[in-house]
């Protein structure tokens, strides 16, 4: 019970203190540098009981959905685009997974989820269901987030002159 509630106590607190400090992604990014800080030390760690895994799965599918809007004016715009932004992207990523599980030996199945365009907590929620290396997949998607989101702002800005 003691590893379990230090596991839990460490990931809390660091990703309380990631978002304070505004890190991008900070609850999920700040909770799994440390907890994974903590194991790599030696520390106690224990696993997250599946009822409680399943318990945060069903909140995230709460959060996400909450969030979705819905216009009906606005989707015959967004429909076709987003339909064909999806496919292409879904392409690009299958490519980029080959070349992933090329330099990095793993299977094909975790290059690509590792190298999908998709939210970091909902693509390591799929990617645990599965199975599959979802720390591996998780820490490709850290770097991924943060990568991007201190790269976009200065590429639009580089870009709009």
């Not at 399943?54 to 606005?74: D, M, N």
């Not at 980029?96 to 090329?102: D, L, N, R, T, Y």
């Amino acid at each position: 019970m003691t590893a379990w509630l230090t596991t839990v106590g460490v990931g809390v607190a660091a990703g309380w203190l990631a978002l304070w400090l505004g890190v991008p992604a900070g609850g999920l990014v700040g909770s799994m540098v440390a907890v994974a800080a903590l194991r790599l030390a030696g520390g106690p760690v224990r696993e997250v009981p599946m009822r409680a895994r399943q318990a945060v799965q069903v909140l995230v599918g709460v959060i996400v959905a909450v969030s979705a809007t819905w216009h009906p004016e606005v989707a015959p715009r967004v429909v076709v685009p987003a339909l064909v932004l999806t496919t292409y992207l879904m392409g690009v990523s299958a490519v980029a997974a080959w070349g992933v599980a090329s330099l990095t030996r793993w299977p094909w199945p975790i290059a690509f989820l590792s190298s999908a365009p998709a939210g970091l907590t909902e693509i390591s929620i799929a990617a645990d269901d599965m199975g599959l290396d979802a720390p591996s997949i998780a820490s490709l998607h850290v770097v991924r987030v943060v990568t991007v989101i201190a790269c976009v702002p200065w590429l639009v800005a580089w870009a709009a002159g």
